[in-house]
Protein backbone atom coordinates (compact mmCIF):
# COMPACT_ATOMS: atom_id res chain seq x y z
CA UNK A 1 0.00 0.00 0.00
CA UNK A 2 1.45 3.57 -1.06
CA UNK A 3 1.62 6.19 1.12
CA UNK A 4 0.02 8.84 -0.99
CA UNK A 5 -1.67 8.11 -4.56
CA UNK A 6 -2.44 10.81 -6.90
CA UNK A 7 -4.24 10.18 -9.74
CA UNK A 8 -5.40 12.43 -12.71
CA UNK A 9 -5.51 15.41 -9.94
CA UNK A 10 -7.00 18.89 -11.69
CA UNK A 11 -7.36 22.12 -10.50
CA UNK A 12 -7.68 25.55 -12.88
CA UNK A 13 -7.06 29.05 -12.29
CA UNK A 14 -7.70 31.99 -13.87
CA UNK A 15 -3.99 32.01 -15.21
CA UNK A 16 -2.78 28.39 -14.62
CA UNK A 17 -3.72 24.92 -14.45
CA UNK A 18 -2.92 21.91 -13.08
CA UNK A 19 -3.34 18.87 -15.39
CA UNK A 20 -3.68 15.17 -14.75
CA UNK A 21 -1.00 15.51 -12.34
CA UNK A 22 -0.51 11.77 -10.95
CA UNK A 23 1.86 10.32 -8.47
CA UNK A 24 2.95 8.17 -5.62
CA UNK A 25 4.80 7.72 -2.56
CA UNK A 26 5.44 4.60 -1.41
CA UNK A 27 6.02 3.99 2.23
CA UNK A 28 9.13 4.34 3.74
CA UNK A 29 10.30 6.68 0.90
CA UNK A 30 10.71 10.13 0.23
CA UNK A 31 9.97 11.81 -2.94
CA UNK A 32 10.90 15.47 -3.85
CA UNK A 33 8.63 17.20 -6.08
CA UNK A 34 10.48 19.74 -8.15
CA UNK A 35 9.87 22.55 -10.62
CA UNK A 36 10.21 26.03 -11.39
CA UNK A 37 8.47 29.32 -9.44
CA UNK A 38 4.66 28.58 -10.37
CA UNK A 39 4.66 25.31 -11.92
CA UNK A 40 2.11 24.19 -9.74
CA UNK A 41 4.01 22.55 -6.50
CA UNK A 42 2.20 24.21 -3.72
CA UNK A 43 -1.29 23.90 -5.50
CA UNK A 44 -0.43 20.03 -5.54
CA UNK A 45 0.69 20.09 -2.18
CA UNK A 46 -2.74 22.19 -0.95
CA UNK A 47 -4.65 20.01 -2.77
CA UNK A 48 -3.29 16.78 -1.15
CA UNK A 49 -3.70 18.18 2.57
CA UNK A 50 -7.23 19.26 1.25
CA UNK A 51 -6.47 22.96 1.53
CA UNK A 52 -8.26 23.47 -2.09
CA UNK A 53 -10.47 21.62 -3.51
CA UNK A 54 -9.22 20.19 -6.37
CA UNK A 55 -11.79 20.14 -10.23
CA UNK A 56 -11.14 16.59 -10.50
CA UNK A 57 -8.91 13.69 -9.88
CA UNK A 58 -8.27 11.11 -7.18
CA UNK A 59 -6.34 11.66 -3.42
CA UNK A 60 -5.75 8.22 -1.28
CA UNK A 61 -3.77 8.49 1.71
CA UNK A 62 -2.49 4.76 3.13
CA UNK A 63 -5.12 3.33 0.73
CA UNK A 64 -7.93 5.85 1.93
CA UNK A 65 -10.03 8.28 0.00
CA UNK A 66 -8.42 11.57 0.93
CA UNK A 67 -11.31 13.50 0.36
CA UNK A 68 -13.61 11.73 2.42
CA UNK A 69 -11.46 10.68 5.36
CA UNK A 70 -9.59 14.59 6.27
CA UNK A 71 -10.58 14.58 9.76
CA UNK A 72 -9.54 10.97 10.80
CA UNK A 73 -6.34 11.33 8.44
CA UNK A 74 -5.34 14.18 10.26
CA UNK A 75 -3.53 12.56 13.05
CA UNK A 76 -1.38 10.67 10.43
CA UNK A 77 -0.19 13.78 8.15
CA UNK A 78 2.22 16.56 9.56
CA UNK A 79 2.41 19.60 7.29
CA UNK A 80 4.69 21.78 7.13
CA UNK A 81 4.74 25.07 4.86
CA UNK A 82 6.04 28.64 5.36
CA UNK A 83 2.80 29.76 6.74
CA UNK A 84 2.45 27.07 9.54
CA UNK A 85 3.79 28.69 12.33
CA UNK A 86 2.36 30.10 15.25
CA UNK A 87 0.83 32.72 16.77
CA UNK A 88 4.50 35.55 16.97
CA UNK A 89 3.94 35.40 21.04
CA UNK A 90 3.53 32.06 21.49
CA UNK A 91 7.25 30.04 22.84
CA UNK A 92 8.23 26.75 22.07
CA UNK A 93 6.51 25.72 25.13
CA UNK A 94 2.83 27.33 24.42
CA UNK A 95 3.13 25.25 20.97
CA UNK A 96 3.19 22.27 23.28
CA UNK A 97 0.11 22.73 25.19
CA UNK A 98 -1.81 23.53 21.77
CA UNK A 99 -0.28 20.71 20.08
CA UNK A 100 -1.27 17.96 23.47
CA UNK A 101 -5.18 19.11 23.06
CA UNK A 102 -5.18 18.74 19.24
CA UNK A 103 -2.94 15.41 18.57
CA UNK A 104 -4.27 12.27 20.55
CA UNK A 105 -0.10 10.51 19.74
CA UNK A 106 1.39 13.74 20.84
CA UNK A 107 4.90 13.32 22.45
CA UNK A 108 5.80 15.71 25.14
CA UNK A 109 9.20 13.86 25.93
CA UNK A 110 9.62 13.77 22.09
CA UNK A 111 9.12 17.32 21.35
CA UNK A 112 11.49 18.50 23.77
CA UNK A 113 14.44 15.67 22.36
CA UNK A 114 13.75 17.88 19.06
CA UNK A 115 13.89 21.18 21.20
CA UNK A 116 17.25 19.82 22.23
CA UNK A 117 18.59 18.68 18.96
CA UNK A 118 17.71 21.51 17.05
CA UNK A 119 19.21 24.24 19.87
CA UNK A 120 15.74 25.56 20.30
CA UNK A 121 15.09 27.62 23.24
CA UNK A 122 11.94 26.56 24.68
CA UNK A 123 11.24 30.05 26.04
CA UNK A 124 11.81 32.17 23.39
CA UNK A 125 9.18 33.87 21.62
CA UNK A 126 8.38 33.20 17.88
CA UNK A 127 8.84 36.33 17.01
CA UNK A 128 12.13 36.64 18.73
CA UNK A 129 13.83 33.11 16.35
CA UNK A 130 15.24 33.26 13.22
CA UNK A 131 13.50 31.59 9.71
CA UNK A 132 15.68 29.04 10.51
CA UNK A 133 14.97 28.62 14.26
CA UNK A 134 11.19 28.75 12.74
CA UNK A 135 11.09 26.34 10.01
CA UNK A 136 13.60 23.86 13.14
CA UNK A 137 10.53 23.92 15.14
CA UNK A 138 7.70 23.80 12.85
CA UNK A 139 9.26 20.54 12.08
CA UNK A 140 9.57 19.44 15.82
CA UNK A 141 6.23 20.37 16.12
CA UNK A 142 4.82 18.24 13.10
CA UNK A 143 6.47 15.58 14.34
CA UNK A 144 6.16 15.54 17.70
CA UNK A 145 2.52 14.59 17.24
CA UNK A 146 3.90 11.44 15.99
CA UNK A 147 2.70 11.10 12.47
CA UNK A 148 3.47 8.38 9.57
CA UNK A 149 3.97 11.10 6.80
CA UNK A 150 5.42 14.10 6.52
CA UNK A 151 4.54 17.01 4.10
CA UNK A 152 6.98 20.04 3.91
CA UNK A 153 6.16 22.69 1.04
CA UNK A 154 9.85 24.06 0.66
CA UNK A 155 11.18 23.35 4.37
CA UNK A 156 14.72 24.02 3.46
CA UNK A 157 14.37 27.02 1.47
CA UNK A 158 16.24 30.30 2.42
CA UNK A 159 18.06 28.25 4.91
CA UNK A 160 21.92 28.23 5.60
CA UNK A 161 23.72 24.75 4.77
CA UNK A 162 24.31 23.94 8.15
CA UNK A 163 20.36 24.10 9.39
CA UNK A 164 19.58 22.38 5.94
CA UNK A 165 22.20 19.56 6.78
CA UNK A 166 20.45 19.19 10.70
CA UNK A 167 16.73 18.97 9.14
CA UNK A 168 18.04 16.53 6.10
CA UNK A 169 19.68 14.49 8.95
CA UNK A 170 15.84 14.61 10.93
CA UNK A 171 14.15 13.45 7.81
CA UNK A 172 16.40 10.89 7.29
CA UNK A 173 16.01 8.86 10.64
CA UNK A 174 12.19 9.69 10.28
CA UNK A 175 12.01 7.26 7.13
CA UNK A 176 14.14 4.37 9.06
CA UNK A 177 10.25 3.55 10.22
CA UNK A 178 9.07 1.94 7.16
CA UNK A 179 5.13 3.30 7.68
CA UNK A 180 6.73 6.57 7.10
CA UNK A 181 7.15 8.47 4.02
CA UNK A 182 7.63 12.15 3.14
CA UNK A 183 6.67 14.51 0.77
CA UNK A 184 8.46 17.28 -0.11
CA UNK A 185 8.55 20.43 -2.58
CA UNK A 186 12.50 22.15 -3.11
CA UNK A 187 13.75 24.16 -5.65
CA UNK A 188 16.83 23.11 -3.81
CA UNK A 189 17.94 20.19 -6.28
CA UNK A 190 20.94 19.18 -4.22
CA UNK A 191 18.94 18.73 -0.97
CA UNK A 192 16.93 16.46 -3.08
CA UNK A 193 19.66 14.45 -4.36
CA UNK A 194 21.09 14.22 -0.92
CA UNK A 195 17.82 12.36 0.20
CA UNK A 196 15.02 11.79 -2.06
CA UNK A 197 14.35 8.60 -3.39
CA UNK A 198 12.20 9.31 -6.33
CA UNK A 199 11.77 12.87 -8.08
CA UNK A 200 8.34 14.29 -9.45
CA UNK A 201 8.89 17.33 -11.68
CA UNK A 202 6.17 19.80 -12.50
CA UNK A 203 6.86 21.92 -14.86
CA UNK A 204 3.69 24.10 -16.38
CA UNK A 205 1.12 22.26 -14.42
CA UNK A 206 2.10 18.97 -15.60
CA UNK A 207 4.44 16.45 -15.03
CA UNK A 208 7.20 15.79 -16.95
CA UNK A 209 9.14 13.26 -14.43
CA UNK A 210 8.89 10.84 -12.34
CA UNK A 211 11.55 8.50 -11.71
CA UNK A 212 13.49 7.00 -8.99
CA UNK A 213 16.33 9.41 -8.06
CA UNK A 214 18.96 6.96 -8.65
CA UNK A 215 17.96 5.91 -12.30
CA UNK A 216 17.58 9.61 -13.19
CA UNK A 217 21.51 10.22 -12.24
CA UNK A 218 22.51 6.68 -13.52
CA UNK A 219 20.94 7.52 -16.91
CA UNK A 220 20.92 11.07 -18.24
CA UNK A 221 23.70 12.66 -19.62
CA UNK A 222 24.45 16.37 -20.75
CA UNK A 223 26.21 15.23 -24.47
CA UNK A 224 27.86 18.06 -25.96
CA UNK A 225 29.00 18.61 -29.42
CA UNK A 226 30.14 21.40 -31.83
CA UNK A 227 27.92 23.79 -33.73
CA UNK A 228 28.58 22.04 -36.40
CA UNK A 229 27.66 18.46 -35.52
CA UNK A 230 24.32 19.80 -33.64
CA UNK A 231 21.96 19.25 -36.62
CA UNK A 232 23.29 15.75 -37.26
CA UNK A 233 22.00 14.41 -34.15
CA UNK A 234 18.20 13.03 -34.07
CA UNK A 235 16.71 15.57 -32.39
CA UNK A 236 14.28 12.73 -30.70
CA UNK A 237 17.57 12.05 -29.06
CA UNK A 238 17.53 14.74 -26.78
CA UNK A 239 14.91 15.95 -24.05
CA UNK A 240 16.31 19.91 -24.26
CA UNK A 241 19.43 21.97 -25.53
CA UNK A 242 21.55 24.60 -24.71
CA UNK A 243 23.94 26.44 -27.34
CA UNK A 244 27.24 28.43 -26.29
CA UNK A 245 30.09 29.96 -28.21
CA UNK A 246 31.18 27.10 -30.30
CA UNK A 247 29.09 24.43 -29.52
CA UNK A 248 26.06 22.46 -27.86
CA UNK A 249 24.63 21.21 -24.95
CA UNK A 250 22.34 18.02 -24.79
CA UNK A 251 20.30 16.76 -22.11
CA UNK A 252 20.28 12.98 -22.77
CA UNK A 253 17.73 10.08 -21.32
CA UNK A 254 20.61 6.99 -21.76
CA UNK A 255 23.76 7.88 -21.42
CA UNK A 256 24.80 4.51 -22.77
CA UNK A 257 22.90 4.41 -25.53
CA UNK A 258 24.22 7.83 -26.61
CA UNK A 259 27.43 6.51 -26.16
CA UNK A 260 27.24 3.70 -28.41
CA UNK A 261 25.30 5.80 -31.03
CA UNK A 262 27.36 8.83 -31.32
CA UNK A 263 30.92 7.21 -30.04
CA UNK A 264 33.23 10.62 -31.09
CA UNK A 265 30.66 12.98 -28.71
CA UNK A 266 31.98 13.80 -24.57
CA UNK A 267 28.80 12.54 -22.59
CA UNK A 268 28.65 13.48 -18.52
CA UNK A 269 26.62 12.46 -16.32
CA UNK A 270 24.29 15.41 -15.54
CA UNK A 271 22.75 16.44 -12.07
CA UNK A 272 18.91 17.18 -11.28
CA UNK A 273 19.56 20.66 -11.50
CA UNK A 274 20.75 19.86 -15.17
CA UNK A 275 17.20 17.65 -15.66
CA UNK A 276 15.23 20.29 -14.68
CA UNK A 277 16.95 23.27 -16.10
CA UNK A 278 16.99 21.88 -19.62
CA UNK A 279 13.36 20.27 -19.37
CA UNK A 280 12.30 23.84 -18.23
CA UNK A 281 14.11 24.96 -21.21
CA UNK A 282 12.87 23.34 -23.79
CA UNK A 283 12.43 19.98 -25.17
CA UNK A 284 9.57 17.22 -24.77
CA UNK A 285 9.29 14.49 -22.08
N1 LIG B 1 -5.63 31.11 -5.35
C1 LIG B 1 -5.12 31.29 -6.57
N2 LIG B 1 -5.79 31.99 -7.50
C2 LIG B 1 -5.30 32.14 -8.75
N3 LIG B 1 -4.13 31.66 -9.18
C3 LIG B 1 -3.40 30.98 -8.28
C4 LIG B 1 -3.85 30.74 -6.94
N4 LIG B 1 -2.92 30.00 -6.30
C5 LIG B 1 -1.93 29.78 -7.19
N5 LIG B 1 -2.22 30.35 -8.37
C6 LIG B 1 -1.37 30.30 -9.59
O1 LIG B 1 -1.05 28.95 -9.86
C7 LIG B 1 0.27 28.85 -10.37
C8 LIG B 1 1.03 27.79 -9.61
O2 LIG B 1 1.30 28.24 -8.30
P1 LIG B 1 2.00 27.35 -7.21
O3 LIG B 1 2.04 28.16 -5.94
O4 LIG B 1 1.38 26.02 -7.17
O5 LIG B 1 3.47 27.21 -7.80
P2 LIG B 1 4.79 26.62 -7.14
O6 LIG B 1 5.32 25.60 -8.07
O7 LIG B 1 4.56 26.24 -5.74
O8 LIG B 1 5.74 27.90 -7.20
P3 LIG B 1 6.81 28.50 -6.17
O9 LIG B 1 8.03 27.69 -6.35
O10 LIG B 1 6.98 29.91 -6.67
O11 LIG B 1 6.23 28.43 -4.79
C9 LIG B 1 0.87 30.24 -10.31
O12 LIG B 1 0.82 30.79 -11.60
C10 LIG B 1 -0.04 30.99 -9.38
O13 LIG B 1 -0.11 32.35 -9.73
Redesign the pocket.
Known sequence: MTAIRVEGLRKR????ELQDVSFEVPRGGIVGLI?E???????TIKAIVGAIRADAGKIEIYGRDGAKHGKDLKQDIAVVTEESFFHEEFAAKDVAHVMRRLYARWDDALYRQYLDRFHLPPDKRIKELSKGMRMKLAIATALAHRPKLLILD?PTSGLDPVVRSEILDVFFDFIQDEEHAILF?S?ITTDLEKIADYIVF?HGGRVVLSRPKDELLEQYGIMKCGLDEFPKVDAADYAGFRRYGFGCEMLVRDRQAMRRKYPHLTIDPASIEDIMLYYARGGQA
Open positions: YPRFGNGAGKTTESHI
